[in-house]
């Protein structure tokens, strides 16, 4: 079946005035359309048997998969496609049989109601997630724009960014774009004084930044910004081990022994699609790497508690791994090679002499790239400097062949 059945028409605070006469026609012939409320609201009387969305909303995937092969309609907000319902019902449906009929997203509506080139903004949804996932965007001249949660979001957002040191950025909030109701109000963010918000908001955040303000780059975190009992990668081998890992945007990482999760939290800076696992047998240290990962925007780390490997079963298959404590485990590096899919990419770094030593056993019998990283950084001698080295690092990088796999 190839012939478009599901027809998924997004429609705006405007109702059918605002749809095309393809996407109102639609409407008119559906003997079935689901949506939410609101959206069901705005079509007024008819005759289409009509189901509001059920809680939670993939409860309806089976009623929907159930009618394959019969006209079927549903209302969406703005794009479907745009942080939208259309993702979740394409996982399902095939894209052949699927006819969407999009609407302005509210980030071109806001976009266009404040004069901003969409293409120079950053589009966030803080709906159901964390507001700390919009912290590594905050930077001078940055300019946000975010669908809220609800009516509140607003406040928080305001008050967390006054305490990391963007009080000066102007928030925007743009209620019920498009709509009968639509309502733009701003201040800035440490003098925030808007009341009685709509929960149907968007927030553009045109961002400044005060002197001291917590900017959090992709790359190079400073030691300091990690909580850590001194289970910690430090910067420069850091730098070389997330080079060796050669992140790619959406892959998973796998870093196990992870210690204050530095590594991790990193990896998810480089792209917002990236993904990490943190594997910590120290509850502390789990707990800890938590913290870090809200504290320096990347809230959606999972951190699983455990030791490696055995808490390892179960985990979505990996694209690269990275092995910071355990490295002389022959039972652990074994297991890690055997998760690793093709193309994958293990990272092993060592300290002891024993983990070095079984590097370098590796390296002979599976290849991949050996080198030693030494580090040294002035300190102190009396009334002179000098630079005190660090302890040498082996680093074993190995790359599942494609044909191997």
């Not at 963007?166 to 925007?172: E, H």
């Not at 910590?280 to 240290?285: F, G, I, Q, V, Y």
């Given at each position: 079946m190839?012939?478009p059945?599901?027809?998924?028409?997004?429609?705006?605070?405007?109702?059918?005035?605002?749809?095309?006469?393809v996407?109102?026609?639609?409407?008119?012939?559906?003997p079935?359309?689901?949506?939410?409320?609101?959206h069901?609201?705005?079509?007024?009387?008819?005759?289409?048997?009509?189901h509001?969305?059920?809680?939670?909303l993939?409860?309806?995937?089976?009623?929907?998969?159930?009618?394959?092969?019969?006209?079927?309609?549903?209302?969406a907000?703005?794009?479907?496609?745009?942080?939208?319902?259309?993702?979740?019902l394409?996982?399902?449906?095939?894209?052949?049989?699927?006819?969407?009929?999009?609407?302005?997203s509210?980030?071109?509506?806001?976009?266009?109601?404040?004069?901003?080139p969409l293409?120079?903004?950053?589009?966030?949804?803080?709906?159901?997630?964390?507001?700390?996932?919009?912290?590594?965007?905050?930077?001078?001249?940055?300019?946000?724009?975010?669908l809220?949660?609800?009516?509140?979001?607003?406040?928080?957002?305001?008050a967390?960014?006054?305490?990391?040191g963007?009080?000066?950025?102007?928030?925007?909030i743009?209620?019920?774009?498009g709509?009968p109701?639509e309502?733009?109000?701003s201040?800035?963010?440490?003098?925030?004084?808007?009341a009685?918000?709509?929960?149907?908001?968007?927030?553009?955040?045109?961002?400044?930044?005060?002197?001291?303000?917590?900017?959090l780059?992709r790359?190079?975190l400073?030691?300091s910004?990690?909580?850590?009992?001194g289970?910690l990668?430090k910067?420069?081998?850091?730098a070389?081990?997330?080079?060796?890992?050669?992140p790619?945007?959406?892959?998973l990482?796998?870093?196990?022994?992870?210690?204050?999760?530095?590594?991790?939290?990193?990896?998810?800076?480089?792209?917002?699609?990236?993904?990490?696992?943190?594997i910590?047998?120290?509850?502390?240290?789990a707990?800890?790497?938590?913290?870090?990962?809200?504290?320096?925007?990347?809230?959606?780390?999972?951190?699983?508690?455990?030791?490696?490997?055995?808490a390892?079963?179960g985990?979505?298959?990996?694209?690269?791994?990275?092995?910071?404590?355990?490295?002389?485990?022959?039972r652990?590096?074994?297991?890690?090679?055997?998760?690793?899919?093709?193309?994958?990419?293990?990272?092993?770094?060592?300290?002891?002499?024993?983990a070095?030593?079984?590097?370098?056993?590796r390296?002979?019998?599976?290849?991949?790239?050996?080198?030693?990283?030494?580090i040294?950084?002035?300190a102190?001698?009396g009334?002179?400097?000098?630079?005190?080295?660090?302890l040498?690092v082996?680093?074993w990088i190995?790359?599942?062949?494609?044909?191997?796999?």
């Open positions: 190839s012939r059945w599901l027809t998924i028409v997004g429609i705006g605070e405007d109702g059918l005035a605002g749809l095309s006469a996407a109102r026609a639609a409407i008119q012939a559906a079935f359309i689901m949506g939410g409320r609101r069901l609201a705005l079509l007024g009387p008819h005759p289409a048997i009509c509001p969305w059920p809680s939670p993939t409860a309806a995937i089976p009623t929907l998969l159930a009618r394959r092969g019969e006209p079927t309609l549903v209302l907000s703005g794009d479907p496609f745009c942080w939208g319902i259309g993702a979740t394409a996982r399902h449906v095939p894209a052949e049989e699927i006819l969407s009929l999009p609407a302005p509210a980030f071109s509506l806001a976009a266009n109601r404040l004069g901003w293409q120079d903004c950053q589009c966030l949804s803080l709906h159901g997630r964390p507001l700390e996932a919009i912290l590594p965007h905050l930077y001078p001249g940055a300019r946000i724009l975010a809220s949660w609800d009516g509140g979001t607003p406040g928080k957002l305001a967390l960014m006054d305490e990391r963007f009080g000066a950025s102007r928030l925007t743009l209620e019920s774009l709509g109701a309502r733009i109000r201040c800035l963010a440490a003098d925030f004084d808007v009685a918000i709509t929960d149907l908001n968007t927030l553009a955040v045109d961002v400044a930044a005060k002197q001291g303000a917590r900017i780059p790359a190079g400073p030691d910004v990690f909580a850590h009992d289970q990668t910067r420069p081998i850091r070389v081990t997330l080079s060796s890992l050669a790619l945007p959406g892959g990482l796998w870093d196990v022994g992870s210690g204050s999760g530095s590594v991790a939290i990193e990896w998810m800076l480089i792209h917002p699609s990236n993904r990490a696992i943190a910590e047998a120290d509850p502390a240290r707990a800890r790497i938590g913290l870090n990962a809200r504290e320096l925007g990347v809230p959606g780390l999972q951190v699983v508690e455990g030791r490696a490997p055995e390892c079963a985990l979505a298959p990996p694209d690269a791994i990275f092995v910071g404590g355990g490295s002389s485990d022959v652990l590096l074994d297991a890690m090679l055997a998760a690793l899919p093709a193309g994958g990419r293990l990272v092993v770094n060592a300290v002891t002499l024993e070095q030593a079984e590097l370098a056993r390296h002979g019998v599976l290849g991949g790239e050996l080198i030693a990283l030494s040294a950084t002035a102190p001698i009334r002179f400097q000098a630079l005190r080295p660090a040498p082996h680093q190995f790359i599942r062949s494609r044909e191997s796999a």
